[in-house]
């Protein structure tokens, strides 16, 4: 089937873990008021991107639908686990070659560090890079660029030609919080306003977008059978964001003991997603970044818009 060219499709993911309760809870009303989300030369498609982990309120039922999307997971025919079938079925129906293609996918989420709500997106690709620069400016928003890591890769929107995370919090997981829905509508909508004024060639972007460009991540210390000698110390919880130096604390264990930062970086350091309770079994403490200002060229707007009128 041919995408219709006088809309853009875009696939609006909620529930990509099935533990991340406010976007589905939103999904639910939309389903029953659709007409919040329709704009002017878009076609909004929203869904469950992981039903069954949600039915079971858990991140996922095998492995991580937001780690699924490689290449060489999708290919591998003997690889039957349920969110790989996902996967698969997501993109047969809405991927770049599906029976209903979607050009860009906001996929939602929820965290639960003390870093507030932001943007991600992965890579340099210049229409994600449009639609953050836009939304940075309306929303106010930092915007984490998560560039290659052999222990993150597969993420959702790295499989269509364009593609943003809208993270939300802080709030824990499973738990509806007025305020984070409220703070996840105002997102999604002002990024439905933003593909809107692309499309119609209306799209005003600032001279530069402001990142923290993802550098690496920290594991949390363990012993030969795998269980925590320390935790982040109470320093690293008062925010993300924000530099941590040489010296700085960094992990406490349960005698007291502080074991302190070194950076191997020249340039200054900042953290991202600490104590993030969904890292844990990935063994991540943290993120560390880069604070980068990357001048907005003449060419994010029009790719942009080429993507969205098809």
Request: glycine fraction near 8%; proline fraction near 6%.
């Amino acid at each position: 089937m041919v995408a219709n060219s006088s809309v853009a499709k875009v696939l609006l993911v909620a529930g990509t873990h099935g533990n991340e309760r406010n976007a589905p809870w939103l999904h639910s009303y939309w389903q029953q008021h659709p007409g919040e989300l329709q704009k002017q030369g878009l076609e909004v498609v929203s869904l469950i991107g992981n039903p069954a982990a949600y039915l079971q309120n858990k991140r996922y039922v095998n492995r991580d639908l937001n780690r699924s999307f490689s290449s060489n997971l999708l290919d591998d025919p003997e690889n039957q686990e349920l969110e790989l079938l996902r996967a698969r079925e997501l993109l047969a129906m809405h991927g770049p070659k599906g029976s209903a293609p979607a050009q860009v996918v906001i996929d939602v989420h929820s965290t639960t560090a003390a870093m507030g709500s932001c943007l991600v997106i992965y890579g340099d690709r210049e229409a994600d890079l449009a639609i953050a620069a836009a939304c940075q400016g309306a929303l106010g928003l930092p915007v984490y660029l998560h560039g290659f890591d052999a222990k993150q890769n597969g993420f959702m929107i790295q499989a269509w030609p364009c593609g943003v995370v809208l993270e939300v919090g802080p709030v824990p997981q499973g738990v509806i919080c007025p305020k984070i829905c409220k703070q996840t509508r105002i997102g999604i909508n002002t990024l439905l306003d933003v593909l809107t004024s692309a499309r119609a060639g209306k799209l005003n972007l600032p001279k530069f977008l402001n990142v923290h460009r993802h550098l690496c991540s920290l594991e949390i210390p363990k012993d030969v059978g795998g269980n925590p000698l320390a935790c982040l110390h109470p320093d690293r919880l008062k925010g993300d964001w924000q530099e941590i130096k040489t010296g700085d604390p960094l992990f406490l264990d349960a005698a007291g003991k502080v074991e302190y930062f070194k950076s191997s970086q020249t340039e200054p350091v900042y953290t991202v997603f600490s104590n993030e309770a969904a890292y844990q079994e990935k063994n991540i403490a943290l993120s560390l970044t880069c604070r980068e200002k990357i001048r907005v060229t003449e060419n994010w707007a029009p790719a942009l818009r080429a993507l969205l009128q098809g």
